[in-house]
């Protein structure tokens, strides 16, 4: 069986999740850089949805080692049509 590469036990890992409870100010001008890249028809429906981070923040996936309750992997939830 594989070990956890934090605690060295047998790997057991529980399936959890957060919000995010702070997003970075460097990470929105990032956003925007990229935003400017994209073509003009999808900046307006991408920045919608970028503008609802700070009033929706999402959800975290998270895989933790049940034993030192370290995060293995993290990833956002991924967003499904409304």
């Known amino acids: 069986m594989p070990k956890c590469p934090h605690c060295s036990e047998e790997l ?3 399936f959890s999740g957060k919000f995010v409870s702070e997003i970075d100010e460097e990470y ?3 956003l925007e850089t990229f935003l400017q890249r994209m073509p003009r028809f999808v900046r307006g429906a991408v920045k919608s949805q970028w503008n ?3 009033e929706e923040p999402p959800l975290v996936n998270l895989i933790v080692c049940s034993w030192c309750d370290t995060v293995i992997s993290a990833e956002l ?3 499904g049509s409304r």
Do not use: A, D, N
Request: a positive charge; glycine letters at 0%; hydrophobic letters at 40%.
């Open 52 to 54: 609802r981070l700070s």
């Open 28 to 30: 929105f001008s990032l």
């Open 77 to 79: 939830q991924k967003m």
């Open 12 to 14: 057991r890992i529980k």
